[in-house]
T-cell receptor, first 111, second 116 residues
């Protein structure tokens, strides 16, 4: 069946270092969404990418959608302690706005 | 606007007991979803609803039932709880899709359930 895989599962960085998480889908996606979940919190939508090769920026966060629309990445420049949490990618599956989520990448930032 | 709310926040059940988790949204969303989150496994869809009076199975529906009697509420029931159902449960809602577009899902704060 359809799968969405994320790597790494966990990463810890020193504050100020960069961070990247990668998302790979077993199928071509019409779009991809990214969510952030703070420790003890709930997932919160960050962004949606739709076009092949699309790059979007939100302050220190850069999101990319691959040319083949099967992979995506999230890059954080100069991490801060506020970036701590788990980042999930999600792709549509089976209509009705259903999503299939990756397992997430947990980011720890040491001050 | 409260967004998506869930009750209760925490619950401990004994094996075989039953309970109902309540989700409510005030955004007039057509679509609602129930997920479970387990360590290292991301979010998995249990059941979903595309409108009042409708429900459908997701990826991991066994052991759960749902009802959507009112548009704003989506209930998740466990008839006979098992330790394997220990998890964090999230409800989410979204606008209905048009012409293949997808929309963000809004999540509730979650219910942490432990079954002993």
């Amino acid at each position: 069946g359809q799968q969405v895989m994320q790597i790494p599962q966990y990463q810890h960085v020193q504050e100020g270092e960069d961070f990247t998480t990668y998302c790979n889908s077993s199928t071509t996606l019409s779009n991809i969404q990214w969510y952030k979940q703070r420790p003890g919190g709930h997932p919160v939508f960050l962004i949606q990418l739709v076009k092949s090769g699309e790059v979007k920026k939100q302050k220190r966060l850069t999101f990319q959608f691959g040319e083949a629309k099967k992979n995506s990445s999230l890059h954080i420049t100069a991490t801060q302690t506020t970036d701590v949490g788990t980042y999930f990618c999600a792709g549509p599956t089976g209509g009705y706005n259903k999503l299939i989520f990756g397992a997430g990448t947990r980011l720890a930032v040491h001050p | 606007n409260a967004g998506v709310t869930q009750t209760p926040k925490f619950r401990v059940l004994k094996t075989g007991q039953s309970m109902t988790l309540l989700c409510a949204q005030d955004m007039n969303h057509e679509y609602m979803y129930w997920y479970r989150q387990d360590p290292g496994m991301g979010l998995r869809l249990i059941h979903y609803s595309v409108g009042e009076g409708t429900t459908a199975k997701g990826e991991v529906p066994d052991g759960y039932n749902v009802s959507r009697l009112k548009k704003q509420n989506f209930l998740l029931g466990l008839e006979s709880a098992a330790p394997s159902q220990t998890s964090v449960y999230f409800c989410a809602s979204s606008y209905s899709t048009r012409w293949g577009a997808n929309y963000e899902q809004y999540f509730g704060p979650g219910t942490r359930l432990t079954v002993t």
